[in-house]
């Protein structure tokens, strides 16, 4: 593996829970993020998957330091920024964009589009070479938008327009890092093929570094060179791409795996499909053990007391299960 752009050791990041009223006082945490270890390579696609409250995107903006960690450790560039205040993580910011699941809610409506790319310019006190608007409208350009539409605003656009013109802000400054967020569930399935492509053809053009945080594995399959499974704050299980999808040895990403479409009518009727049993927990209150053992239907009782240790299985295939399957 080339040189790291992003690791994470045991990062976790939890919300103090109140009791509201004047006199609130703390009654938990939310356990959000809970010891999360991962490494984002040059030029790689890390997808970060699960169910909609597993944490995945916590873990992303926990990563650009939107929210602050409240253990582990973040190295960007090798360099520690866990502690790094607000004042010291601007020179980096240009280094780190990310991508919003909304590309309506994320776009100022009364700002145009030139402005909305040129921001990240006027916030780091950046010339670029041949005048800002010639970058703006280089970057639009670059991501499949008419370079004259610079003076519309965002409901001028439709929804996969929209996503472009954010994926052109996070281009600006020509970071290392991309935190994709969900970026093509709000779309049509028809404009999030082409979304996914532009991101893939970036990648091979100027070596950016993604970590892709999707619920969607199809399209993590397509565009993700490896894959962490997440649970509940907890990462399940992580392998490349097509050795998890291949050879799922987590029941929890074989469950999730049993519920992507196959394009073959025959296979698709005779497979296996796992409905999973119950809600996912409360990150207030995660079950003891194994957080998965309340919805395992391979359950046994050192899953209820004993959290299973992350073990490599195979090179570059970890897992986190006393029972894993193919054993």
Sequence with gaps: MSESVLKLEGLKKHFPTTTGGVFSRVKGVVKAVDGVDLEVARGETVGLVGESGCGK??????????????????????EDITKLSRHEMKPLRSQMQ????????????????GAIVSASFDIHGIKPEGGVKKSVQDLLERVGLNPEHINRFPHEFSGGQRQRIGIARALA?????????????????SIQA???????????????????????????????????????????EMANTTELFANPRHPYTKALLSAVPIPDPEIERKRERIILQGDLPSPVNPPAGCVFNTRCWKVQDRCRVEVPQVLEISPKHTLACHFPEGN
Aim: proline share 5%; glycine share 6%.
């Design 57 to 78: 995107t916590t873990v992303g903006r926990t990563v650009l330091k939107l929210y602050e960690p409240t253990d582990g450790k973040i190295f960007f560039e090798g």
């Design 173 to 189: 400054l020509k970071p290392k890092l991309i935190v994709a967020d969900e970026p093509v569930s709000a779309l049509d399935v």
């Design 98 to 113: 990310m991508i919003f699941q909304d590309p309506f809610a994320s776009l100022n409506p009364r700002h145009t589009v």
């Design 194 to 236: 082409q979304v996914v492509n532009l991101l893939d053809d970036l990648q091979q053009e100027l070596g950016l570094a993604y970590l892709f945080v999707a619920h969607d594995l199809s399209v993590v399959q397509h565009i993700s060179d490896r894959v962490v499974v997440m649970y509940l704050g907890k990462v399940m």
